[in-house]
């Protein structure tokens, strides 16, 4: 066997090499929620200096776009990584039914940080999700806080 | 290294069934998937590669813009993808195996530069990526 391959080969070859492809699921789902930067361990002129116009004490909110992305081998009788419905379940009942029509600053704990910036609010969907799948499953997170202010987590990329 | 993406779209029917089981297990696995449908498809295909030096390109895109309508497009584009494409006679065609097949029909016709990733988008709330990987079965 010493002509075989070296694996990596194997695995990045011709796409008909030996195994089941891997391959990333992405299904969008979106919340609209209310939020107010504010950190209470700063005073109100230094929130206000640094949170400016999201430091309005009557808060405001966004219609939040998520992406969530898992990962896995296709299974050889159904082609899926996951029956589809059975995700949106997922991510309805551990997101869009507690963070929609709601106010994330009620829904972050200490441990998640200081308050709701969307970097914030994204590192607790990955650990309401990543805590109901299996291990490794939960690839990717995108949440969108506007289309053009967005923010990510891959596994690996960021240590978890 | 620089990353190149050709977008292309194609229009196709299908319907998922495994025809190792019988109907009400396709009905209980699949649900109104099984009935006959269709998607547009949007398909993103990225290459890596360096920039030629005499041309700056990685690759013409022209030229993958032929190849992927030659490989992909010409036979997946106003087919029945369980009765038009051989590939799906054995495998229920879902996005996951279409962007699978996609892969294995792109990858070997580039010349210089390298299939990075496949992209499948079956509307705009849905997509897959495949980068050419598998797992061993056990």
């Given at each position: 066997m010493a002509s075989a391959p070296p694996r990596t080969r194997e695995l990045e070859g011709d796409g008909r090499g030996s195994g089941v492809p891997v391959v990333e699921v992405t299904r969008t789902y979106q919340f609209s929620a209310a939020h107010r930067l504010h950190n209470p361990r700063f005073s109100p002129d230094e929130n206000a200096r640094l949170y400016g116009r999201c430091n309005n004490p009557s808060g405001h909110g966004h219609t939040y776009r998520l992406e969530v992305t898992i990962r896995g081998p296709v299974s050889p009788d159904t082609g899926r990584v996951e029956d589809a419905q059975h995700l949106d379940v997922l991510v309805h009942d551990r997101i869009v039914t507690r963070f929609d029509r709601a106010s994330l600053d009620d829904l972050i704990a200490p441990t998640d940080g200081p308050t709701s910036t969307t970097e914030v609010v994204a590192g607790l969907v990955w650990r309401?999700?990543?805590?109901?799948?299996?291990?490794?499953?939960?690839?990717?997170?995108?949440?969108?806080?506007?289309?053009n202010n967005f923010f990510e987590l891959e596994r690996d990329s960021v240590g978890r | 290294m620089i990353l190149l993406t050709k977008r292309v779209e194609f229009c196709a029917a299908h319907r998922y069934v495994n025809p190792r089981w019988t109907a009400e297990e396709n009905q209980r696995v699949f649900g109104k998937c099984g009935n006959e449908h269709g998607h547009n498809y949007l398909l993103e295909v990225t290459v890596q590669g360096e920039p030629s030096p005499d041309t700056g390109m990685v690759m013409d895109l022209k030229a993958l813009k032929d190849l992927i309508a030659e490989a992909v497009v010409d036979r997946f584009d106003h087919k029945h993808l369980n009765r038009d494409v051989p590939y799906f006679k054995e495998k229920v065609p879902t996005p996951e195996n279409l962007a699978v097949v996609i892969w294995e029909l792109l990858e070997p016709r580039l010349e210089h530069c390298r299939l990075h990733r496949v992209r499948l988008y079956e509307d705009g709330s849905f997509f897959v990526d495949y980068y050419g990987q598998r797992a061993s079965q056990d």
């Amino acid at each position: 066997m010493a002509s075989a391959p070296p694996r990596t080969r194997e695995l990045e070859g011709d796409g008909r090499g030996s195994g089941v492809p891997v391959v990333e699921v992405t299904r969008t789902y979106q919340f609209s929620a209310a939020h107010r930067l504010h950190n209470p361990r700063f005073s109100p002129d230094e929130n206000a200096r640094l949170y400016g116009r999201c430091n309005n004490p009557s808060g405001h909110g966004h219609t939040y776009r998520l992406e969530v992305t898992i990962r896995g081998p296709v299974s050889p009788d159904t082609g899926r990584v996951e029956d589809a419905q059975h995700l949106d379940v997922l991510v309805h009942d551990r997101i869009v039914t507690r963070f929609d029509r709601a106010s994330l600053d009620d829904l972050i704990a200490p441990t998640d940080g200081p308050t709701s910036t969307t970097e914030v609010v994204a590192g607790l969907v990955w650990r309401l999700l990543d805590g109901a799948m299996p291990a490794g499953r939960l690839h990717r997170l995108r949440l969108e806080e506007t289309p053009n202010n967005f923010f990510e987590l891959e596994r690996d990329s960021v240590g978890r | 290294m620089i990353l190149l993406t050709k977008r292309v779209e194609f229009c196709a029917a299908h319907r998922y069934v495994n025809p190792r089981w019988t109907a009400e297990e396709n009905q209980r696995v699949f649900g109104k998937c099984g009935n006959e449908h269709g998607h547009n498809y949007l398909l993103e295909v990225t290459v890596q590669g360096e920039p030629s030096p005499d041309t700056g390109m990685v690759m013409d895109l022209k030229a993958l813009k032929d190849l992927i309508a030659e490989a992909v497009v010409d036979r997946f584009d106003h087919k029945h993808l369980n009765r038009d494409v051989p590939y799906f006679k054995e495998k229920v065609p879902t996005p996951e195996n279409l962007a699978v097949v996609i892969w294995e029909l792109l990858e070997p016709r580039l010349e210089h530069c390298r299939l990075h990733r496949v992209r499948l988008y079956e509307d705009g709330s849905f997509f897959v990526d495949y980068y050419g990987q598998r797992a061993s079965q056990d």
